[in-house]
């Protein structure tokens, strides 16, 4: 697969876009985690764009998937859930290990690579596109670059950002797998960032009507909070407290509207109807770049 970014207006190119791009690529192109996709190539074309040559995939993103379910007012179950997680987590371990941050995650970056029709999806972590090097100095501080609907507090107000920043954006994405809905969604993006920084998420077990056990929900809520210390240190410090919760890895494909009841259960219902959207509101998909929110007032 193929991805070309055009760098400039048509007139000279952004030579700090080309060397951000180089600089980075060269990383990723040495992770080499099954859960990650593989980049083979990278380089510049003659009219000056910039291409990677990247791993073929097959089938859906997260976010198809999740979709979907929405559309048929159901949601991805507890263990499911638990199980993209973990595949993801093996992913950022190995990035967060070379310096790494991707700070872009989202349920669009995660694709369910279908390998065989008798074997489970595959969670693969894409577009490390906008990743950094954590101690990159071609990216400046006070500008916030990413996904408001996933953005780590941090990452709202422009500081400095680490594997933490990550650990935060898979919080985000499993509330809304087993809820239906973002912790935080507005129509205007920096009203999100902001919330992100300084608002409470909804507590998990009141948001959700799928069954839930309580180690599930504060391994969420944990990996919700505004303070990066007070996350999990790890992406495989958070990836052994999800097993822990659901021994014996890979137990229920990507199904729409499979929901698995835990042995501990905050509800019984088995689906929930979406939340309803706001009119031209969509923060799923696109990524932002600007000047960072303040740290105080909305």
Not at 8 to 24: E, N, T, W
């Given at each position: 697969?193929?991805?070309?970014?055009?760098?400039?207006?048509?007139?000279?190119?952004?030579?700090?876009?080309?060397?951000?791009?180089?600089?980075?690529?060269?990383?990723?192109?040495?992770?080499?985690?099954?859960?990650?996709?593989?980049?083979?190539?990278?380089?510049?074309?003659?009219?000056g764009a910039l291409?990677?040559?990247?791993?073929?995939?097959?089938?859906?993103?997260?976010?198809?998937?999740?979709?979907?379910?929405?559309?048929?007012?159901?949601?991805?179950?507890?263990?499911?859930?638990?199980?993209?997680?973990?595949?993801?987590?093996?992913?950022?371990?190995?990035?967060?290990?070379?310096?790494?941050?991707?700070?872009?995650?989202?349920?669009?970056?995660?694709?369910?690579?279908?390998?065989?029709?008798?074997?489970?999806?595959?969670?693969?972590?894409?577009?490390?596109?906008?990743?950094?090097?954590?101690?990159?100095?071609?990216?400046?501080?006070?500008?916030?670059?990413g996904t408001p609907?996933?953005?780590?507090?941090?990452?709202?107000?422009?500081?400095?950002?680490?594997?933490?920043?990550?650990?935060?954006?898979?919080?985000?994405?499993?509330?809304?797998?087993?809820?239906?809905?973002?912790?935080?969604?507005?129509?205007?993006?920096?009203?999100?960032?902001?919330?992100?920084?300084?608002?409470?998420?909804?507590?998990?077990?009141?948001?959700?009507?799928?069954?839930?056990?309580?180690?599930?929900?504060?391994?969420?809520?944990?990996?919700?909070?505004?303070?990066?210390?007070?996350?999990?240190?790890?992406?495989q410090i958070m990836?052994?407290?999800?097993?822990?919760?659901?021994?014996?890895?890979?137990?229920?494909?990507?199904?729409?509207?499979?929901?698995?009841?835990?042995?501990?259960?905050?509800?019984?219902?088995?689906?929930?109807?979406?939340?309803?959207?706001?009119?031209?509101?969509?923060?799923?998909?696109?990524?932002?770049?600007?000047?960072?929110?303040?740290?105080?007032?909305?």
């Amino acid at each position: 697969a193929i991805k070309v970014m055009v760098v400039g207006d048509g007139g000279s190119p952004d030579m700090g876009a080309v060397r951000r791009f180089y600089k980075q690529t060269q990383v990723t192109a040495q992770l080499r985690h099954p859960n990650t996709v593989r980049v083979f190539d990278v380089g510049q074309t003659t009219s000056g764009a910039l291409f990677i040559a990247m791993e073929l995939l097959h089938g859906d993103t997260l976010e198809e998937r999740l979709v979907a379910q929405a559309e048929q007012g159901e949601v991805l179950g507890q263990r499911a859930a638990i199980d993209m997680a973990t595949a993801v987590l093996r992913s950022l371990a190995e990035a967060h290990g070379r310096g790494l941050v991707h700070r872009d995650l989202k349920p669009a970056n995660i694709i369910l690579s279908e390998v065989t029709e008798d074997e489970d999806a595959i969670p693969k972590v894409l577009d490390f596109g906008i990743a950094r090097t954590q101690d990159s100095s071609l990216t400046g501080q006070g500008t916030a670059l990413g996904t408001p609907a996933y953005m780590s507090p941090e990452q709202c107000m422009g500081a400095g950002v680490d594997g933490r920043s990550d650990l935060y954006s898979l919080g985000v994405i499993l509330f809304r797998c087993v809820t239906g809905r973002l912790p935080f969604e507005d129509r205007n993006p920096l009203t999100i960032m902001y919330k992100h920084a300084h608002a409470a998420a909804p507590p998990l077990a009141e948001a959700t009507k799928v069954p839930l056990s309580d180690d599930f929900v504060a391994i969420v809520e944990r990996a919700l909070a505004k303070a990066p210390a007070d996350r999990f240190e790890t992406a495989q410090i958070m990836r052994a407290a999800l097993e822990a919760v659901n021994p014996g890895g890979v137990t229920q494909p990507y199904e729409q509207g499979h929901v698995e009841a835990p042995r501990q259960q905050t509800a019984a219902r088995h689906s929930v109807a979406p939340a309803a959207a706001e009119p031209g509101v969509d923060h799923y998909g696109d990524t932002l770049s600007h000047a960072s929110i303040p740290s105080s007032g909305p």
